[in-house]
Nanobody
Framework: QVQLVESGGGSVQPGGSLKLSCAAS????????MGWYRQAPGKQRELVAAISIGGSISYADSVKGRSTISRDNAKNTVSLQMNSLKPEDTAVYYCNLKIGIGDYWGQGTQVTVSS
């Protein structure tokens, strides 16, 4: 059974940093691309960053230069380091795994950026 568990969210002031982590189980982690999405109140869920099995990385323009996605295949984890956080980064952040046409999601972790 696939399970994704996020951690690391919280409340920070603008300009602060957070590191989100997602622990995956029930899969051969190294065989799958992973992604981070976010959903702000009243908005659609959007892709923040993705990392392929070969380590290719892509970022949304809104976080490019401020965020770093990484994966540790030995620990079955994918992380998202976010720096220079802005109020508009406030959202629930979700870890995502795609297997075929199916999507698997974690429970989400709240990130709030406010002064």
């Amino acid at each position: 059974q696939v399970q994704l568990v996020e951690s690391g969210g919280g409340s920070v002031q603008p300009g602060g940093s957070l590191k989100l982590s997602c622990a995956a189980s029930g899969i051969t982690f190294r065989l799958y691309s992973m992604g981070w999405y976010r959903q702000a109140p009243g908005k659609q869920r959007e892709l923040v960053a993705a990392i392929s099995i070969g380590g290719s990385i892509s970022y949304a323009d809104s976080v490019k230069g401020r965020s770093t996605i990484s994966r540790d295949n030995a620990k079955n984890t994918v992380s998202l380091q976010m720096n220079s956080l802005k109020p508009e980064d406030t959202a629930v952040y979700y870890c995502n795994l795609k297997i075929g046409i199916g999507d698997y999601w974690g429970q989400g972790t709240q990130v709030t950026v406010s002064s």
